[in-house]
Nanobody, 125 residues
Framework: QVQLVESGGGLVQAGGSLRLSCAASGRTGSMYVMGWFRQAPGKEREFVAA????????AYADLVKGRFTISRDNAKNTGYLQMNSLKPEDAAVYYC??????????????????WGQGTQVTVSS
């Protein structure tokens, strides 16, 4: 089994920053893609960012490109999402997910095998 635990969410003013972390444990294997998604009330879960198994390749949703940065530390089995210039519309529950035995970033929810419990991000205007 695989466990993913997100942390780092909270309340921030518009224009501020937050850094989310996702700690993976269990049978992750050495090759997996990590992704971040978000879901606001009444909306579908949407792709935010993803990173390849070795960190060499990333993908971002247009809405966050240039403001968010995804990274990972494979030695710690942990991924990160640095969120800058936050806007009220970024408010959502943020989920990390992994796609095992995958190399290149994936953008679809169905591509991912395991999900964390989510962390709330609230942005005040």
């Amino acid at each position: 089994q695989v466990q993913l635990v997100e942390s780092g969410g909270g309340l921030v003013q518009a224009g501020g920053s937050l850094r989310l972390s996702c700690a993976a444990s269990g049978r992750t294997g050495s090759m997996y893609v990590m992704g971040w998604f978000r879901q606001a009330p009444g909306k579908e879960r949407e792709f935010v960012a993803a990173i390849s198994w070795n960190g060499d390749s990333t993908a971002y949703a247009d809405l966050v490109k240039g403001r968010f940065t995804i990274s990972r530390d494979n030695a710690k089995n942990t991924g990160y999402l640095q969120m800058n210039s936050l806007k009220p519309e970024d408010a959502a529950v943020y989920y990390c997910a992994i796609a095992r035995l995958q190399a290149a970033p994936k953008v679809a929810v169905l591509d991912y095998d395991y999900w964390g419990q989510g962390t709330q991000v609230t942005v005040s205007s």
